[in-house]
């Protein structure tokens, strides 16, 4: 691994929501240090430790608040149902969160689903097909590879593993022989990240970073056949499926990039970040300097990453986020309140910062219905 990136304190989870200032502040921190595989294109926190990772019900990471997650999510079920034609078919997802998106591939295609996160608690689940699912609060291991039915669901959890062909390999283990049995992944695009030096997507549970050619031969190299690997949500995520394969699978597909484009886009991205994170910590100055009084809309990992790697505060006035889950809640890194949208009412700012460009016209549409005339920018 070749080192091209280092934050020197980051906190060790971003999506833990703590309900004092003080339990914030104490929260450890660690050293990230993204290191490339020059064989392969892997892209991994060098500096990793899994020991202080704990995913407990107290890690709040779940999307579902918003109109435009929740558009895209009911897109890709359908395209899957349809695709596969999962309709009373048993499905298993690992690392469900909050069970979401399984709840609604059961809804939508009549499935019977389990679901495996330490994080899921069943009673949070809102759905007709509550009685078709299955939630075992526990990681993913050995034990259960043994559940796999007729889809393999995977979706944001690859990126939180350390030893990803381990992963993956038990996965293929319980498989077996079945050829029937399809397998989807989605993770965050690392290729985005790179090219548009986009710092605040870099963070500690983000361990294992993968672009569309280092996902494709990891798979390919476990025993799966790629059946489709492409980008969505805006290029943001990175989606493949495959299945089990006879003998090792050796065909690229069309999408995967080489290694010479992915040790060019490391290059581009040693070289430009940190004038990104000048350019991102002037502007907030500036604004704050102005009396502007800026604030962050959208309290997740990305918000974390971006203030803590930037080493802001008092510069921003407020975080706001939609999910009733996170507000009143304190975020860890600077340590900020989070606030729901409709205290900008009061709080009356001049700017408002969106966390990710997908939800710059739901977050628009928000604060023009509040009466807000802040200009929307987004990172």
Known sequence: MHAFYEVASAPVHSCIMFSTEAEAREFPRRRIELGLCRSCGFVSNMAF???VQDYSPLYEDQQCYSPTFNAFARRLAGNLIEKYDLRGKDIVEIGCGKGDFLAMMCEMGDNRGVGID????KERIESSALDRITIIQDYYSEKYSHLTGDLVICRHTLEHIHRTRDFVETVRRGIGTRRDTIVFFEIPDVTIVLEDLV?????YEHCSYFSPGSLGRLFRSCGFEVLDLYIDYQDQYLMI???AADSPSSPRHPREDSL???IRRVDLFRTGVEEQKNRWLRLVKDLHGAGNRPV???SGSKCVAFLTTLGIDSE???????SPRRQGKYITGVVKRIMPPEYLKEFKPKTIIAMNPVYKKEIAAMAGEMGLSAEVITV
């Not at 710092?199 to 963070?203: A, K, L, Q, S, T």
């Open 118 to 121: 330490p994080s899921c608690e």
């Open 316 to 322: 921003i006035g407020c975080v706001v986020d939609i």
């Open 49 to 51: 430790d899994a020991n």
């Open 296 to 298: 962050i809309w959208g």
């Open 199 to 203: 710092f605040w997507d870099i963070y």
């Open 241 to 243: 499926e495959a299945r």
């Open 260 to 262: 010479e484009n992915m």
